[in-house]
């Protein structure tokens, strides 16, 4: 699991995907500004849904661009401590098969 800080500022729309040597700060940046354009919506608005879908909560969260479109990758984990991924168009907030989004 990522640190809590680290966490945050991914919830914030940090850009996974990019080199390991990339800068969190310049991701986030580019992340803001994606959603500043209106090319993704808020993570706080697809969250809830997902939650609720699963009966499970938020345990970690990437942005990354996959196939042409941005998609949040959202691990999820169950009350029995299952662990997945849901993977959601960042865009549209329509959840992907599994094959997309990185969802089990």
Request: charge should be negative; hydrophobic fraction near 45%; glycine fraction near 10%.
């Amino acid at each position: 699991m990522r640190p809590p800080l680290l966490l945050l500022s991914m919830l914030l729309g940090a850009v996974a995907g990019l080199p390991a040597a990339a800068d969190p700060e310049y991701d986030h940046n580019r992340a803001q500004r994606a959603l500043e354009r209106g090319e993704i919506r808020p993570l706080h608005a697809l969250l809830a849904p997902v939650e609720q879908r699963f009966g499970a909560r938020l345990l970690e969260v990437e942005l990354r661009q996959e196939r042409g479109r941005l998609v949040y990758e959202i691990k999820l984990i169950t009350p029995d401590g299952r662990i997945f991924e849901v993977g959601v168009d960042a865009a549209t907030g329509v959840m992907l098969p599994s094959d997309l989004g990185g969802g089990h």
